[in-house]
């Protein structure tokens, strides 16, 4: 299949990129970036990633009535590792994505917690962004890239991860089921890392969680491409059904979002984009991502161009 012609770029970066630098932050960090996104009370809420100059991460809040600037943040830490009650977390916690769950009116925030056995997946929950409850851990190293869908199917929950086996050829999404959020069970293959020479050949992962649309859940997932210089992070949509979500329904041939920009290609690791929450309000989406492992950034699209999109760029039956 021969690319087609050329056509704009579906996303728009911010002017006023990076939004969010360390230097931002009211106490002294490396770098900030990766951060869990939702809309609460008129405001936009992220919760970012931020590397201590020990190389630990821990989770801040940062609150903002545009969702793009004079982001106010806490003088602390909002979510801090606890390895002596969790040591699961003895290396810090990373990553959130935030998932708002009207049957339960909290959010549940799952998380990569850095064991000593590797990364792995973890869930909290909060309902003010204020005070957070662990629920622990819910899939065993080395797993990573979760997010949990907002609502029930056939009364259970489901989680989209990345696990990672040894000895395993790719690094696939998958997606598993639990009746209460601590047993989880029925693992699946949901999406697979492509082979030979595609951007996203071998190793993908979920970015935000899944955003419902009237045409199914829309997926925004990054797929890592090993180069002699190093890997390079791009970003690619797929399209899941609304009442089973183990049904991929479209999957786009090229990678929509890729690292451009200075500040995206340069910083404590080049050549990354990496977000890890979106939001939606009418036909905007607002993708937070971070660059480089060093800053946050903001990238704007049109939801039914993005769908529009993947009908146009369905890859499936060329794999």
């Not at 060093?294 to 999109?309: E, F, Q």
């Amino acid at each position: 299949m021969m690319p087609g012609p050329p056509c704009a770029e579906l996303f728009t970066r911010h002017p006023s990129n990076p939004i969010i630098a360390a230097s931002h932050l009211p106490y002294q960090a490396n770098s900030v970036f990766n951060p869990g996104a939702t809309m609460w009370n008129g405001e936009t809420i992220l919760l970012v990633r931020v590397e201590d100059r020990r190389g630990l991460s821990h989770l801040t809040v940062a609150r903002s009535s545009d969702g793009a600037s004079e982001w106010r943040i806490g003088p602390e830490p909002s979510l801090v590792s606890d390895p002596k009650a969790h040591p699961e977390e003895i290396w810090g916690i990373e990553d959130p994505r935030l998932t708002y769950v009207q049957d339960e009116h909290r959010w549940i925030i799952a998380y990569t917690a850095y064991s000593r056995g590797g990364a792995l997946v973890s869930l909290a929950a909060t309902k003010d962004f204020e005070t957070f409850e662990r629920l622990g851990p819910v899939m065993t190293p080395e797993d990573k890239d979760a997010a949990l869908f907002p609502v029930r199917f056939n009364g259970r929950w489901a989680l989209i991860h990345r696990p990672i086996s040894p000895g395993a050829f790719g690094a696939h999404m998958w997606v598993s089921y639990s009746p209460d959020m601590i047993h989880w069970g029925d693992h699946r293959i949901l999406l697979r890392a492509r082979q030979g020479a595609w951007w996203d050949a071998r190793k993908i992962g979920l970015s935000p969680p899944p955003l419902e649309t009237d045409r199914g859940w829309l997926i925004l997932y990054h797929g890592v491409r090993h180069t002699a210089a190093g890997a390079i992070y791009r970003l690619g949509l797929a399209l899941l059904d609304r009442d089973d979500p183990t049904q991929v329904l479209r999957r786009g041939s090229e990678w929509v979002f890729s690292p451009v920009e200075p500040y995206e290609r340069a910083g404590d690791v080049g050549d990354v984009v990496f977000p890890c929450g979106w939001t939606c309000v009418g036909d905007e989406v607002r993708i937070y991502y971070g660059a480089a492992d060093t800053s946050v950034c903001l990238a704007t699209a049109s939801l039914s161009v993005l769908l529009d999109w993947l009908d146009e760029h369905d890859s499936r039956t060329h794999e």
